[in-house]
């Protein structure tokens, strides 16, 4: 099992910068990549950044040169850093953690006002 805790959410103005991190725990060593999705209201759930054991990242086109994701194996944690900030980035962040099957957290919202 596999546990994941979310935070950094919050209302931005357009243009601005927010950072999400998540810390997991459990058995972490099972873990072979980890992610942060998306889901805006009325729409489906979309891959945002992941990062594999591996360090290899893979990011959505959409968001491409504004969010980085990076993880300090130390502190058993994944960010989302994210820069220059759009309406349409507003959603509920998750984040997720694939060993055999997907871990999710519980969300934390990220609003951004034009």
């Known amino acids: 099992q596999v546990q994941l805790v979310e935070s950094g959410g919050g209302l931005v103005q357009a243009g601005g910068s927010l950072r999400l991190s998540c810390a ?10 980890m992610g942060w ?45 994210m820069i220059s900030l759009k309406p349409e980035d507003t959603a509920v962040y998750y984040c997720n953690a694939w060993t055999n099957r997907d871990y999710w957290g519980q969300g934390t919202q990220v609003t951004v006002s034009s």
Do not use: H, W
């Open 24 to 33: 997991a725990s459990g058995s972490i060593f099972s873990i072979n990549a």
């Open 37 to 81: 999705y998306r889901q805006a209201p009325g729409k489906q759930r979309e891959l945002v950044a992941m990062i594999t054991s591996g360090g290899t990242t893979n990011y959505a086109d959409s968001v491409k040169g504004r969010f980085t994701i990076s993880r300090n194996n130390a502190k058993n944690t994944v960010y989302l850093q």
